[in-house]
């Protein structure tokens, strides 16, 4: 059976996680978690949930709670495993404070060459830690949890299979991209420029820069997962070659007030 595109940013997501999480199997999905970063959702979740009777939707959910609980932590992220809910899922999830998030899977089938954009320099961000992290953290407040999301993303530069380039301009760092490999798997990841006013042309650049990477890789499945609403980021993609090729739905929900 051919591997889909869902399946293929799902696989990549599960590896994603275990970059910086242990994983325990429950009885309806499996527990990522991370006792050095308890406040960061991308690592504490519930992910691959199988429920296939309604009236277990309740027994999982208290399962996963408890579980969470007892290791200290809270559980932010719900994650069907074929990245489609049932209905009575969703319903459950909402109920208890959850809320979806759509995104929209999109597959390379086309080869676009995009031209260089002057003025802007991509540079391996292992050797240019300082200005990612400037990338991270320009638009964020000061506070613990910024520092613990600063401190997993670039522990995550350690992977000899995720490259992560920073585009300069100016001087001063404007955005960032990834490539992640997972077997012949070539995902295209957190496209991001703070300030597209002070920066145009750098979102092109940088995809530009990793398309260009996974084809002298011959990586042969390249694809990434986009916001349903980012209506511009999907625009870029798909003036490089990507078309929608089905969506994930996963479910979120912040830490209650006064929660410890």
Known sequence: MERTTVDSLLRTTQAWCS?????????????????RFPGLPEVNQ??????????????????AEEW????GLFCYRWAPAEGRPSEPLSSFLEAQGFRPRQDVAM?????????PVP??????????????????????????ACDDAV????????????DMF????????????????????????????PDLHAAPGVTHA?????????????????????????????????SAGFVADGEIVEFQRARPAGRA
């Open 19 to 35: 970059q910086l999480c242990a994983k325990q199997t429950l009885d309806y999905g499996i527990a990522y978690y991370s006792q």
């Open 46 to 63: 519930f992910r691959e949930v199988i429920v296939e009777e309604t009236v277990k939707i309740p027994v999982a959910y208290e399962q």
């Open 68 to 71: 969470f609980a007892e290791k």
């Open 107 to 115: 597959l390379l089938t086309d080869w676009v060459h995009l031209e």
């Open 119 to 144: 003025g802007v320099r991509i540079l391996s961000a292992r050797a240019m830690r300082g200005a990612f992290r400037r990338t991270l953290t320009g638009s964020s407040p000061p506070g613990r």
């Open 151 to 162: 401190e997993a993303y670039v522990e995550r530069l350690d992977d000899p299979q995720f």
């Open 166 to 193: 920073v585009a300069m301009k100016d001087k001063r760092p404007a955005g960032r991209c990834a490539l992640y490999q997972v077997g012949d798997i070539a995902r295209i990841m957190d496209l991001a420029v």
């Open 206 to 238: 940088l995809l530009g820069h990793v398309l260009a990477l996974a084809k002298r890789l011959v990586m042969r499945n390249i694809c990434t997962q986009l916001h349903s609403e980012d209506s511009a980021v999907r625009a870029l993609f798909e």
